[in-house]
């Protein structure tokens, strides 16, 4: 969008304003969806590119005008712009999934081979019974376009190998591990190091959960795990199940990263493990190096 639009655009902007008063700091406009939706159609746009346009003007969508004095203008475009790989769409990754859309993340890959079941129901927000039997990775996709029909949603209704992974991860800047299983972890982390993107493991069993983003030079998960030969009936998830906060906790705090990455803010677990113990409640850091 011009700095100086023509007068027929300037008028349609000044009669679609909403005027934001700040305390102690200058007022500040926004502008609702329904008028979005009219300009990116008049200028043959997209929504998003259209959206974009109005933060480089300081102009705020209306569905992020809560995230002003957290987050700049300059900061909600950058999302905007971003692309970020969720691998498993279940009780992380699902979560993960609608907590992005609503932040504004303007481009989501979502990889999950796996269909919803009734073992499902207690953590993964994006199951309920109707869609028992249904990709996770189409629910994800679908949802995020409800909640935020900008948003450009990549789906891989398959599971993720080293064969494909290239492919899932081609436009991604950050990559995210929603996974349940310690070989597939590895093997992402892996994908994410040859692409040289920073990578998000996310892992809950019980009350507990972890933390730890990785960038391509930094050590992983070898450094928490070893080897990784860790028998299936050992891993925390079998021996501790997942009750329902717990996946909601981690996955807040995998998008509270996911953020910081794309706009340049202090990373929570670069470099050190969170761990999360709500039996406590705590939350500790733990180095790595």
Known sequence: M??????????????????NEAPEK???????????????????????????ACLDRGLWPERFRAHRGTF?????????????????????????????ARAGLGRL????????EESNLNRQFLSNLSRLGQKKALCAAEEIRRINPAAQVTTYPIKATEENLPDILATAQVVVDCLDNLPARFMVEKAARRRGI???????????GL??????????????YGSG??????????VLGVPT???TLVAGLQAAEVINILTGRPLLARGRLLHLDLTIPSIEANSLR
């Not at 890959?109 to 919803?116: K, N, W």
């Not at 730890?212 to 070898?222: A, C, N, Q, W």
């Not at 030969?229 to 079998?238: C, L, R, V």
């Open 2 to 19: 011009d700095q100086n639009p023509p007068d027929d655009l300037r008028a349609f902007l000044e009669k679609h304003l909403i005027k």
């Open 26 to 52: 200058e007022a500040y406009f926004s502008i609702k969806e329904t008028a979005l939706v009219e300009l990116a159609s008049r200028r043959g746009e997209t929504l998003l590119q259209v959206m974009k």
């Open 72 to 100: 700049t203008s300059k900061d909600q475009a950058q999302l905007l712009q971003a692309t970020a790989a969720v691998i498993g769409a279940g009780g992380l990754g699902g979560t993960l999934c609608l907590l992005l």
């Open 109 to 116: 890959v979502v990889c999950d081979g796996d269909e919803f």
């Open 198 to 208: 920073p990578f998000i493991h996310g892992a809950v069993g019980g009350l507990e």
């Open 211 to 224: 933390i730890l983003t990785v960038f391509p030079e930094d050590p992983g998960l070898e450094n928490l």
């Open 229 to 238: 030969d860790i028998p299936k009936e050992k891993w925390a998830e079998a």
């Open 245 to 247: 906060v717990t996946p």
